[in-house]
Nanobody, 121 residues
């Protein structure tokens, strides 16, 4: 299995910045892509940003130009740099990873426990 642990959430004023980190751990696994979803109360969990093993990135329109996703493959860690935060960014942010056990072909989606990001006006 793959375990994902997020960190970096917190309370910040509008216009401020936060950096989220998500570290993956496990035995003999290979991660194809990692990223972040977020879910606000009463709303659907939506993709924020993702990065593939090949380096391709994808961002939600609402965060383009403000958020940057990056990945350190050696550390099995993905980051989300969030700048110019807005109150509407307030949500629980969940790290996800698509991974497989080495020497197998089946991929599974793994989720972190979530980290709260609150942006005050």
């Amino acid at each position: 299995q793959v375990q994902l642990v997020e960190s970096g959430g917190g309370l910040v004023q509008a216009g401020g910045s936060l950096r989220l980190s998500c570290a993956a751990s496990g035995s003999d696994f290979s991660i194809n892509d990692m990223g972040w979803h977020r879910q606000a109360p009463g709303k659907q969990r939506d993709l924020v940003a993702a990065v593939t093993s090949g380096g391709s990135t994808n961002y939600a329109d609402s965060v383009k130009g403000r958020f940057t996703i990056s990945r350190d493959a050696a550390k099995n860690t993905v980051y989300l740099q969030m700048n110019s935060l807005k109150p509407e960014d307030t949500a629980v942010y969940y790290c996800h990873a698509r991974a497989r056990r080495k020497f197998t072909t089946t991929q599974w989606t793994y989720w972190g426990q979530g980290t709260q990001v609150t942006v005050s006006s």
